[in-house]
């Protein structure tokens, strides 16, 4: 029954991914960086996880469940890459993004990028006002 679960999880996962858009390994991800200037990182987790788990630098965060609520701050004239911890959510955004005409690169998740030693950064919480 376990192993029946742990296929279906892996099912789900790849059809969240399979919308047209890319999982990006931690190398291609890494690539595709080089070339940040030409690239908007979009972080969709919640705040919160982010200070946690960390991120990249450069990186915008928009929570998936406000995406298309903030789809303006999106730049439409850029390729964008998707990111949460596993992955799961990126996928997702990087489906609503591809819908609402937006050129979307890939979608990773983070926790490969730091098991393979890549950086990250761990922001500060925002100071409230």
Not at 34 to 47: A, N
Not at 75 to 81: A, D, G, M, R, T
Request: aromatic letters at 6%; glycine letters at 10%; a positive charge.
């Amino acid at each position: 029954m376990h192993r029946l679960i742990a296929i279906l999880g892996l099912l789900v996962f790849s059809v969240t991914l399979s919308f047209g858009q890319k999982k990006l390994s931690p190398d291609e991800l890494e690539k595709a960086l080089e070339k940040r200037e030409g690239i908007f990182f979009l972080d969709v987790r919640e705040p919160g996880e982010i200070q946690k788990l960390g991120t990249i630098p450069g990186y915008v965060n928009i929570p998936l469940a406000q995406l298309e609520a903030r789809l303006k701050e999106v730049p439409k004239n850029k390729p964008i890459i998707t990111a949460c911890n596993h992955g799961v959510r990126a996928g997702r955004a990087a489906a609503i993004l591809e819908k609402n005409g937006f050129q979307v690169l890939g979608a990773c998740g983070l926790e490969e990028w730091k098991e393979k030693g890549k950086k990250v950064i761990y922001p500060e919480p925002a100071k409230k006002r």
